[in-house]
């Protein structure tokens, strides 16, 4: 479970827990990446997700995940590892609570990719986390992007643009909600570190503890 309080002996600053979601397709590594070259320091730290899926082309393993049996990933979530888990397009994805912990215990900035399942997990467990929510300029851009990607099987991606429709119905549960459009990753990128900042300064006495 966590908690919060003020007053963190030193005055260190307080840390901000940024969970970032959108459907399948919308960017959401590209806009992470893009986030990574623009904060190479250590005041953003980004929690790697464990999966069961399998790797993809050019996919680095601790890198865009760890990538684990599906015996392991369950080994980690019955130890209490995990802040959040959930099985998304027939795949387990599960938050690794130690990477959590360790940023926001130096307060820094710890950014989750996580679905609207994840999502809704962690906001019940740490209500002062903030939810951005990445859509794409349309509906036919996203199923676009997924396509080109030619990453997924024709059922696969039928499966992934029929959740996208209903993921897109839950932008309502984030904080805010940022268009990812087409061609324009520095703007989008720009746009969520202004969120951050802002956040930031409004709550710089904020302690997260898991």
Not at 82 to 102: I, K, Q
Not at 139 to 150: I, V, W
Request: aromatic share 6%; net charge neutral; charged share 30%.
């Amino acid at each position: 479970m966590a908690g919060s309080g003020t007053g963190a002996p030193g005055g260190a600053r307080g840390g901000l827990l940024v969970i970032i979601s959108g459907p399948s397709g919308v960017g959401k590594d590209t806009i992470i990446e893009a986030l990574r070259a623009r904060h190479p320091d250590a005041d953003y730290e980004y929690v790697v997700t464990c999966t069961t899926r399998a790797r993809r082309r050019g996919e680095v393993e601790g890198r865009d995940y760890h990538f684990l049996s599906e015996t392991d990933f369950q080994d980690l979530r019955s130890r209490g590892e995990l802040l959040e888990w959930a099985e998304v397009h027939g795949n387990w994805y599960g938050t690794p609570r130690s990477g959590v912990r360790r940023g926001l215990a130096v307060g820094r900035t710890v950014i989750l990719k996580i679905d609207v399942q994840g999502a809704a997990a962690v906001k019940g467990a740490v209500p002062e986390a903030l939810l951005i929510f990445l859509v794409p300029p349309s509906l036919e851009a996203l199923f676009s992007r997924l396509r080109s990607r030619a990453t997924e099987t024709a059922d696969e991606l039928e499966v992934r643009q029929r959740n996208a429709a209903i993921e897109l119905a839950r932008q309502d549960d984030y904080d805010y909600v940022v268009v990812n459009e087409t061609g324009q990753v520095e703007a989008t990128a720009r746009r969520i570190e202004e969120i951050i900042a802002s956040e930031r300064a409004l709550n710089a006495d904020r302690r997260i503890r898991l």
